[in-house]
């Protein structure tokens, strides 16, 4: 069983640096990669995504602010920032769609993140 593997998150400043990575725990195919975040009682939400080929997708709340960027050769993907806010205190979740014996899409745990002002 295929298991994403979060680290990187705990407290950080405003206009600190934060910087959450995702690996999977064995070497599968990866499409489309992506972050997402969840408050509690509300759903969870993309944050950005980024596909195999590299194209980026950004919810509006984060965009020109934070970074997603995988590299396919080592399997990992990297969401990061140089200006959270005290508004991204959520815990946020990695998921990509892979393929092990067959195409599925995998999260990790969750990892909290705390920004404070």
Not at 4 to 32: F, M
Not at 66 to 91: F, G
């Amino acid at each position: 069983q295929v298991q994403l593997v979060e680290s990187g998150g705990g407290s950080v400043q405003a206009g600190g640096s934060l910087r959450l990575s995702c690996i999977p725990s064995k070497t599968i195919a990866i499409n489309t990669t992506a972050w997402y975040h969840q408050a509690p009682g509300r759903q969870r939400e993309l944050v950005a995504s980024i596909t195999s080929g590299g194209d980026t997708v950004y919810a509006d709340a984060v965009k020109g602010r934070y970074t997603i960027d995988r590299d396919n050769a080592k399997n990992t993907m990297t969401l990061q920032t140089d200006q959270p806010k005290p508004e991204d205190t959520d815990v946020y979740y990695c998921t990509s769609h892979g393929w092990d014996d067959a195409w599925e899409d995998y999260w990790g745990q969750g990892t909290q993140v705390t920004v404070s002002s």
